[in-house]
């Protein structure tokens, strides 16, 4: 079955340390990855993607992701963490197979940024 | 201003009394789609559609309707809710869905549903 795994309900870092939010998938054919944050009481708000091209992918807010496809990973990271940036974060996949039109999201990862 | 609106925010209703949640993007997007997320699951896809006239089932499509009459709305519709459909559905639209020129999605404020 295809998934997507994010293997840490909370992480907890220190404010202007690095950040990482782990995500690991399982699908066939060659995925297309996204990562979204969410605020309390508001939708997901896209953060960035990987389609294809570079393994090192840059977003919005500061934010920056690794595809490595030989630990299928896909791990959320910022080199320095604000308070700013606690919120609820999301990895998604759509699968490339013909046909597939699905996305597959994680359980979540809730960040805590301490100041 | 760009935007994907749900309504009802927040409804409490009870158990076999159709309800629908109405979505609407004013992006002229192509795909939309329908989730609920739950704690400790995330956010699980019940419904898509590629376009006006073409949907197609999540992963967990069972109890719940749709449909896409006109590009900018895709109602969702519970015809006889029961209490584990009680949680937080969001709609999601973007501009396309085919893999060169795929787009993130756009998601609503969300709707909390309580089915008693």
């Known amino acids: 079955a295809q998934s997507v795994a994010q293997p840490e309900d909370q992480v907890n870092v220190a404010e202007g340390n690095p950040l990482t939010v782990k995500c690991t998938y399982s699908v066939s054919g060659n995925p297309y990855l996204f990562w979204y944050v969410q605020y309390p009481n508001r939708g997901l708000q896209f953060l960035l993607k990987y389609i294809t091209g570079d393994n090192l992918v840059k977003g919005s807010y500061g934010f920056e992701a690794e595809f490595n496809k030989s630990q299928t ?3 959320l990271k910022k ?11 999301f990895c998604a996949v759509r699968p490339s197979t013909s046909g597939t039109y699905k996305y597959i999201f994680g359980t979540g990862t809730r960040l805590k940024v301490l100041a | 201003e760009a935007q994907v609106t749900q309504n009802p925010r927040y409804l409490i209703t009870v158990t076999g009394k159709k309800l629908t949640v109405t979505c609407s993007q004013n992006m002229n997007h192509e795909y939309m789609s329908w989730y609920r997320q739950d704690p400790g699951l995330g956010l699980r896809q019940i419904y898509y559609s590629m376009n006006v006239e073409v949907t197609d089932k999540g992963d967990v499509p069972e109890g719940y309707k749709v449909s896409r009459k006109e590009k900018r709305n895709f109602p969702l519709i519970l015809e006889s809710p029961s209490p584990n459909q009680t949680s937080l559905y969001f709609c999601a639209s973007s501009l396309s869905w085919d893999r060169v020129t795929l787009q993130p999605q756009h998601f609503g404020d969300g709707t909390r549903l309580s089915i008693l």
């Open chain 1, 73 to 75: 990973s896909f791990h």
């Open chain 1, 79 to 89: 080199p320095s963490a604000l308070v700013s940036d606690s919120a609820l974060y």
